[in-house]
Each structure stands twice: as structure tokens, then as C-alpha cells.
């Protein structure tokens, strides 16, 4: 059994930066590992993904460039990078695990979410 917990949101102006972090207990050492976000009134969205070894992350087009996923698979945890936050990026993010090669919202395995709040 896996469980992950968000954290590092809060507010932030245009034009800042923010690291989200996403603790999990039970390995994730072979989990394809997701972020999603969820802005209020519409649906969940995929953000980026990284495979069990680090290897070619992918981002939506809205963020790429912008945000970057790590991982440190020895404590278990993964990382949203996010730079030139706009208000556009106000959601509730959420952390994801699959042991599929994509994660997809019918993940096994998703975090409480953090708010990201970016004021213009």
C-alpha cells in the first residue's frame, strides 16, 4: 500500500516560483510517478509525469518550459519545480503513482492535493 502527501503550496504573486513536494510511504521505487492539478469549477488535468527511473518527464504543453518534475527514488519522493507561476496555475495539485508506464486519473494511488494560489 502506498500513500502520498502533498506539500509546499500557498500564494504567491505572478511571475514567482514554488516547489511542490510529494512524500510517499511504501516504496515507489517502480511507480511511474504524476502530477495533476484541479482549478475550481472544472476538471482534474494531467501536469507532468516521470517514469521509476527518472527518465524522459513529460508536461502538459501549458506548463512546459515552465515547470520540471524530479524524483529521489532513495527517500521516496517527487518533486514539481514551478517557475513563472501565473494565475492560470491556481488549482489544487495533486500527486499520483501508477505501476503502469502512464499515470492517467485512474491512478492506484493519489495525495490529498495542495492549493496553489497565484495572484496577478
Known amino acids: 500500500q502506498v500513500q502520498l502527501a502533498e506539500s509546499g503550496g500557498g500564494s504567491v504573486q505572478a511571475g514567482d516560483s514554488l516547489t511542490l513536494s510529494c512524500a510517499a510511504t511504501?516504496?515507489?521505487?517502480?511507480?511511474?510517478m504524476a502530477w495533476f492539478r484541479q482549478a475550481p469549477g472544472k476538471e482534474r488535468i494531467f501536469v507532468g509525469g516521470?517514469?521509476?527511473?527518472?527518465?524522459?518527464?513529460n508536461y502538459a504543453d501549458s506548463v512546459k518550459g515552465r515547470f520540471a518534475i524530479s524524483r529521489d527514488n532513495a527517500k521516496n519522493t517527487v518533486s514539481l519545480q514551478m517557475n513563472s507561476l501565473q494565475p492560470e496555475d491556481t488549482a489544487v495539485y495533486f500527486c499520483?503513482?501508477?505501476?503502469?508506464?502512464?499515470?492517467?486519473?485512474?491512478?492506484?494511488?493519489w495525495g490529498q492535493g495542495t492549493q496553489v494560489t497565484v495572484s496577478s
Open positions: 511504501g516504496s515507489t521505487v517502480r511507480y511511474t
Open positions: 499520483a503513482a501508477d505501476s503502469g508506464l502512464v499515470v492517467t486519473l485512474r491512478a492506484s494511488y
Open positions: 516521470i517514469s521509476w527511473d527518472g527518465n524522459g518527464p
